[in-house]
């Protein structure tokens, strides 16, 4: 009748030590059913709040695509089990197995691990639990305010603090790799030791931009007859646990937060964050401050 030597007659509950898929089936006068089948987790399951999206390397320089990745990291002080958890948009992959992740660990998924490849223009990821629950879907993005850098130069797309949970969605909440080829598996992130105001600055900035004139600039926007005030730094790109902003004022009494322009990338001078004040330069109000606001998280 097909039985295996080896059965066992269950006439408990069975228990389960570890994830993974059960199969059964039931012999009555003689005759076995059709195979079940269902996923069991056993432990902490991975959803919205303890795993996120950290890393993604869509589009590596050089012609080829093997060398892109998309990393996912447990934000929780707990492991987590990954087991049906799945992308169902950007690529197609579901964990299988007893897969786990531990605190604060992350795992790296390659080419040849998934169906698909990451859009080097930008697309949509999404990322489900084990009930097809969202746990995090965004849209990443090569054009400005997302970073450039990562567009084939080098650099992969980092998400600024993870454990912070920043919206994924904002360009702002990402910046590019310190190093080519990123840091998949682990961070390159820095963290702040010193004391005081001008240590928080030397940390923050690669230069002061009050030294420097090419960080401010008066530009015509196209086809307005108006011209905006714009302004620059050059952040510590390992600097996660620095935020950073540009306000403006017209009198030194009043200030506002500039509108962001995004990371620019240059081949000479690295990552470049811009802000552009909401109020345009005009004879009526001829005059713009700027002061740069930074922020230990």
Known sequence: NGLSPSAIRYNAPVSLSKSGTVKARILEDGVWSALNQAQFIVGIPAKAGNLVISEIHYNPSGPSEENEFIELMNISDQTIQLTGVSF???IQYTFEG???LDPMARTV???GDYAGQLDNGGENITLLDA????????????????????DGNGPSLVRIAPEHRLDPALASSWRPSVQDNGN??????SSFEGQGQE???SYALKESPFKNPKFYQITQLKDFTDFVFIASIEPNLSADDVAYSIEFSSDLKQWTEGIFLGNIHSESSGSTLSWQSKSPVTDQNPQQFARVKITIR
């Not at 629950?133 to 990562?150: G, L, V």
């Open 98 to 100: 007893n897969a786990t």
């Open 184 to 189: 998949p598996g682990s961070s390159d992130a």
């Open 199 to 201: 240590a928080i600055f």
């Open 109 to 111: 998924l390659n080419p």
């Open 131 to 150: 009930d097809g629950n969202i746990i995090e879907s965004f849209r990443y993005n090569d054009k400005s305010p997302w970073p450039e850098a990562p």
């Open 88 to 90: 169902s948009a950007g």
